[in-house]
C-alpha cells in the first residue's frame, strides 16, 4: 500500500527560516536546523529545504545547513532554490540531500533536467512547479514566483517526468500561506497526466484539507506557517490521514 508522507516546507533566508503569503511578506520563523530536527522527532518523513538567498556567501552557508540538517534530523531532506548547474545540484548532494528541486533552471534549459536524470538518477531529481490560476487554466511562475512564463502547468508537470524528473512538487501560489486549502482540482489534472510522485505545496490550513489533497492523487502532502506556528501538528495530520484509510508511517 502507498504511504502517504507528511513534509514540512522550510524556506532559508540568509540563514534564517522564514515564511510568508502568497511568496511575499517573509516573515522569521526560527533556526531551520533546529526546526528540522524538532520536525523529524515529530514523525516527519522528510524535509524540503529551499533557499531564497542568491548571493554566493549566503548559498554557501545553505549547503552548510543542508549538512547539519541532514547529519541532526535523521530524515531526507529535499533541497533546492537557485540550482543552475550540476555542479551545484552535486553540492547538494554531497552534503546529504535525497534530492534536489528545479524550478527557474528547468524552464530556462529544459535539458537541464535531463542531465542531472542521466547524471545523478531520476530519483535525485525534484521538478518543481510553481502555479498560479490565469482564468483559462494554471500558468507557471518562475524566479520565485516573480515571472509568468505563460507555460501551461499540466504540459509542463507532464515535459518535467519527459525529460527524466522523478518525483513533482506543486505549488499553488494563489493558496501559499492562505490556510484555505490545497487547489484539489490542479493536483487532480495534474495527477491523471504524470505517473511519479505529486508533493503538493499550498493552502493547507485544517487536517481536512490534507486527506481531500490525498484524495485528488497527492502522494506527500506539505505546509510550512501552519507547522512553523504551530497550528496543527505532523502527528494530527498522520492521524487524520489513517483515519480516512490512507497508510501513513508511524
Not at 529544459?110 to 545523478?120: C, D, K, L, N, S
Request: glycine fraction near 12%; aromatic fraction near 6%.
Amino acid at each position: 500500500m502507498l504511504i502517504r508522507r507528511v513534509i514540512p516546507v522550510l524556506d532559508i533566508r540568509r540563514g534564517r527560516l522564514v515564511k510568508g503569503v502568497q511568496f511575499g511578506d517573509l516573515q522569521d520563523a526560527g533556526d531551520p536546523v533546529q526546526a528540522g530536527c524538532l520536525y523529524a522527532s515529530m514523525g516527519a518523513d522528510a524535509l524540503i529545504a529551499l533557499n531564497l538567498s542568491r548571493s554566493e556567501a549566503h548559498t554557501a552557508r545553505y549547503v552548510e545547513i543542508i549538512r547539519e540538517m541532514v547529519q541532526r534530523s535523521g530524515v531526507p531532506v529535499i533541497a533546492g532554490g537557485g540550482v543552475r548547474t550540476l555542479n551545484a545540484f552535486e553540492s547538494l548532494l554531497m552534503a546529504g540531500a535525497s534530492a534536489v528541486s528545479v524550478a527557474t533552471q528547468a524552464i530556462r534549459d529544459p535539458g537541464f533536467v535531463t542531465r542531472a536524470a542521466q547524471t545523478f538518477g531520476s530519483e535525485r531529481v525534484m521538478g518543481a512547479v510553481d502555479v498560479r490560476w490565469a482564468g483559462n487554466g494554471w500558468r507557471v511562475h518562475s524566479h520565485g514566483g516573480l515571472r509568468n512564463t505563460l507555460l501551461d502547468a499540466l504540459d509542463w508537470c507532464a515535459e518535467l517526468e519527459r525529460r527524466g524528473a522523478g518525483q513533482l512538487m506543486l505549488v499553488s501560489m494563489d493558496r501559499d500561506g492562505t490556510g484555505s486549502g490545497f487547489d484539489t482540482d490542479l493536483v487532480r489534472y495534474v495527477h491523471e497526466r504524470v505517473r511519479v510522485p505529486l508533493v503538493v505545496n499550498g493552502g493547507a490550513g485544517t487536517v481536512e484539507d490534507f486527506v481531500e489533497a490525498c484524495l485528488a492523487g497527492a502522494t506527500a502532502v506539505t505546509a510550512a506557517s501552519l507547522f512553523h506556528f504551530r497550528h496543527l501538528t505532523i502527528g494530527e495530520v498522520k492521524e487524520g490521514l489513517h483515519r480516512e484509510g490512507f497508510a501513513v508511517s508511524q
